[in-house]
């Protein structure tokens, strides 16, 4: 190449090239020589400076000589990194050649400060940081209060009890549900109570926002005296605390119930929050509420407490454990004492009727008026459902179920919150109660008649008859140990007690024609009269109303027998009645036609269910069925109110949350002619007076009954009434076997150390004792006077007479002059008592007509008859005296006078007496 175009080399000292490669090599860590070449020069030239290749030569060379890892041209595998050179600053990316640091956004470590300094962060730092968390904690309130929700309060601080009530409505038990609460409304809390609560636990109350900071630290500072004052939580947030959440003590949950509160004081208006905390607060003594605490502590309504009664209720918010004067030892045995809590409850009480004056929420000349401290009463044995309570809340119970139009179920009712009222007089239960517990103390000995006394039951019913009312029931022992409600349906048959309605149903529908039945049906009846007169002879054999014997389905024929086998030939209804003879009313009862009967039964109040025996066997008229004391002791009422039917009740209202949802309204139905009544009872209140029944007399006043017995001895009744009550009385004895469902009846024969138990027995002696106990202050009322009814006629193979007006004395031959008159004996029956005072005159019985010193009736045939129908007309006279001693020669009635039918044994005896 020519000389003139090859590039003059620049010298060694000058230009720009030079001053670069002389700072590059300045910079390495070993200087390179600046003539010659050595085995290390990169360039390998002989002896010469390599010659400079542009930008990019000088740059990798720059690099080369910036510092190796050792090497002495510097040309190490690595990057240099070194400092400032002596000649200005090194331009390559070496960290030994670093720029002052930029300050950060968030300076910390602090740029440019050193050792502690530089960890001290600035006040604009700490000002941010402070400023960022609040906002950063306001912006995550205000999402957690936009996100919670008001949770539905608890099912536990919902859980009411359902309050049973007297009928004076007093309280009898509060039951039903898991908790004693009865919730409220507002308007039912007294203002005193709501003042109270405000000014010893929320004064801002009113107008705070569920949340009052200032309570919170007057609380802390009070708390820290040791001064009294409210709880720094207000009113709103012990209502959610209570109602709303768990009450497990976590941040997590007062985080949650912080905002709860001030969406609930939000939302809900101050009235809403009130009642239903004073609806959730505990008070002590199981009572949940301020209703509970108000029928728990003073026995009355909360709309009935007086300031000071409040207040007192409003201290045991503060914790009833410690401030209820009955002392709370379960709590605390030694803190909780009755002396500590009375002293502590009085400071409190005085305290918080002093600060209604000074927030002024009550006058001082009020606060006067409440010196003495209002001590509430003692704590109450829980009687919960023990004794008869369970049986009358059972009854209750069921009755409101089968007869609300609001539909309210099983399930609503479990729930609690109504108040039921009843018709159950307290003083009748315990009388009852007492009545049959007497019996059980002074006659039965299981220890001494193990297989005799064991398992005896009594069951019994009381019913008003004017309006169908249950006064009082007896169902067993105790709810607790027997589960079987006596008062209800039993299985028990009721015996001869079912012969009243066979009465009623000849007096009202008539005993059938066999001659004119088939052409006029129905029609050609005759109405039946307690005088007329049927047969009541031992295994009588029973007719249909035609005259053809009765046969069962296997063609054998019916043969009635009578208690102790007796034969009393032709007596009249009243008479059978009386001695319970079974031969004459079973007769009557095919006479009339059993479905008459059952449609009499069921006129007065019993029921067509599976409690009501086959109505097309003759057994049936003498009560082969089994309702329950309270239905029989209404079927009695019915004859007792003259024949208005009164179907009987146990509930006469009942309400929720204050309003009334059942309201019981009597209804009153006709069931049977008033003469047709009055003459049933005519011929029970003779039972009573004369007959089997004389137990049950109770001097001085009209009463009715029938005794009853059945087959076997099974089981026996009395059923009674006097103008005003209606009472019934059941006995029966189990076997065994308690857990079995269906327990079988055992015989009777020896309990109580009876040879034999009827209804005049132990039945007719509870009965008594009871009604003399429950009718002591009562008006004592007569029986409504029985009109003449119906024909006396003659049935179940009683000889009927040849008429009167039609009758012609035969002939005879003039009498010598030494022959004396004599008249004939006459060939009818005896006539009924009442024909010898005038045909129509029921009120007038001559119990000692003629000669005749018979007992009952024993002498009201003039003389021809003596004792019960006793001996054959006109051939004996009646000369002894008693309770239904026999004269002529009858047979004694059994039982000393007192005797009931007895039937012969399942479908051809059936039951009776």
Known sequence: MSEHRRKTPQPQGGGRAATRRATQQSSGRRAAPSHGVTSESPSGSHGEDAPYGGRAAARRAAQRGSGGRGGSDGGGRRRGGGGDGPEGPDRGRGRGNQRPAKKRFIDYPRAGKYGVRRWVPSWRLVSSLCIGFLGLLMGLAGLAYAMVAKPEVNAAAKAENNVYYWADNTQMVATGGEVNRQVIGYEQIPEAMRNAVISAENKSFDHDKGIDPMGIARAVVNMAKGGQTQGGSTITQQYVKNSRLSQEQTLSRKFEELFITLKVGKEEDKKTIMAGYLNVSYYGRGASGLQAAARTYYGMDAKNLDPSQCAFLATLLKGAGYYDPAGAPEVDPKEATAEKNLDRARKRWKWILDEEVKDGRMKQSERLKYKDFPMPDPPKKDAQLGGQTGYLVDLAKSYFLNNNTHHVTAEMLSQGGYEIHTTFDRKKVGQLNKAVKRVYDEKMDPKKRPDKDTHVQFGGGSVDPETGAIKAIYGGKDATQHYTNNADPTGAAVGSTFKPFVLAAAMEYGKRDPAGIADQGDSQRKKVSPKSIYNADNKLKIKKYNGDIWTDENGKEWLQTNDGNESRGDITLREAMQWSANSPYVQLGMDVGTDKVKKAAMAAGLKDDRNMADSNVPSFSIGTSSPSVIRMAGAYATFA?????????????????????????????????????????????????????????????????????????????????????????????????????????????????????????????????????????????????????????????????????????????????????????????????????????????????????????????????????????????????????????????????NGNGNGNGNIFGGPAG
């Open 641 to 897: 109110a003259s024949g208005q039917q009164r179907e009987p009740f146990s509930v006469t209202q009942v309400k929720k949350l204050g309003n009334v949802i059942y309201q019981h309204e009597t209804v009153t139905k006709r069931a049977f002619d008033n003469a047709v009544a009055d003459n049933v009872t005519d011929v029970l209140k003779n039972v009573v007076e004369k007959g089997t029944g004389t137990p049950a007399r109770l001097p001085g006043r009209d009463v009715a009954g029938k005794t009853g017995t059945t087959d076997d001895n099974l089981s026996a009744w009395f059923v009674g009434y006097t103008p005003q009550l209606s009472t019934a009385i059941s006995m029966y004895r189990l076997d065994d076997n308690e857990k079995h469902k269906n327990r079988k009846f055992e015989k009777m024969y020896g309990t109580g150390g009876e040879e034999k138990i009827h209804g005049a027995s132990f039945p007719a002696q509870i009965w008594h004792d009871y009604m003399a106990e429950a009718m002591k202050n009562e008006k004592v009322v007569a029986f409504p006077k029985a009109e003449p009814i119906g024909d006396t006629l003659y049935g179940g193979g009683a000889s009927s007479p040849e008429p009167t007006p039609s009758y012609t004395p035969p002939p005879s031959p003039p009498p010598s002059p030494s022959d004396t008159p004599t008249p004939s004996a006459p060939t009818s029956p005896s006539p009924d008592p009442s024909e010898t005072c005038g045909t129509w005159d029921w009120n007038c019985q001559n119990d000692s007509g003629g000669t005749a010193e018979g007992g009952d009736n024993g002498g009201t045939d003039s003389g021809t008859t003596g004792g019960d129908n006793g001996g054959t007309p006109g051939t004996s006279t009646g000369t002894s005296a008693g309770n239904g001693d026999p004269g002529g020669s009858s047979p004694p009635p059994g039982n000393g006078g």
